[in-house]
């Protein structure tokens, strides 16, 4: 398992610290996945997602699947009482990545079990967003809109529309923001026909480029948009 652990300074070997059971009771997440066909996924993970900036969503902790798709992910109790919504998630490579909110109810139980979950085709989708001058731009939003692919929407629309963006694009599809170089990745984008829409910043009204790109999106592809 996977998991982000906080550092801490050293301590006395004679100093004692004792940790709350809140910090040391285990939370166990279970789910078998499974190919859109019924077959184990294997080489799948099972994540716990937390809601960060601009919707993007970081993952705290994972745990792989063993051959028959059957995955377990425990995590410290303490952290199911973060204000922040979380998720739980299942992701394959050449699969669409899979993410379900966890609800009070379902956080507050010792366990809980996702059941099967299948995954249909998906890829990836890479790229770069600068400024006119090319200057690299960071925390820019990077969103894939389903909907706004199929209806072929010119950036026009897009500004009336961007606060429909997340609804539009589908439950849950990847959200991203770039890194300092500009950078964005999207993993586990469902195969299809999208619209890929930029915002300059979460807080700002410009959205790059100034064009909406259409996107076609391949199983077990990687399309880098430059």
Do not use: C, N
Not at 163 to 177: C, R, S, W
């Amino acid at each position: 398992v996977g998991q982000r652990e906080p550092v801490s300074a050293a301590k006395p070997e004679a100093a004692r610290v004792f940790a709350s059971e809140a910090e040391t009771v285990g939370w166990l997440l279970r789910a078998r996945i499974l190919d859109e066909d019924g077959r184990a996924l294997g080489a799948s993970r099972l994540g716990l997602l937390e809601a960060g900036a601009e919707t993007s969503l970081l993952e705290i902790a994972w745990s792989s699947a063993q051959a028959d798709g059957a995955a377990e992910l425990t995590t410290p109790r303490a952290r199911l009482d973060s204000a922040l919504a979380l998720f739980a998630s299942a992701h394959a490579p050449g699969h669409a990545r899979v993410v379900m909110p966890l609800t009070p109810g379902q956080r507050a139980q010792a366990e809980h079990d996702l059941g099967e979950l299948h995954l249909g085709p998906g890829g990836e989708v890479a790229g770069r967003v600068v400024a006119a001058d090319g200057r690299p731009l960071a925390g820019a939003g990077v969103v894939v809109s389903r909907a706004l692919g199929e209806a072929g929407a010119r950036s026009e629309d897009v500004r009336r529309l961007w606060p429909l963006v997340e609804p539009l694009a589908g439950p849950y599809l990847p959200i991203a923001l770039s890194d300092e170089l500009g950078r964005f990745e999207l993993v586990g984008v469902p195969s299809g026909s999208f619209a890929l829409v930029v915002r300059a910043a979460p807080d700002g009204p410009a959205l790059l480029p100034a064009r909406v790109e259409p996107l076609a999106v391949v199983a077990w592809e990687r399309t880098d948009v430059g």
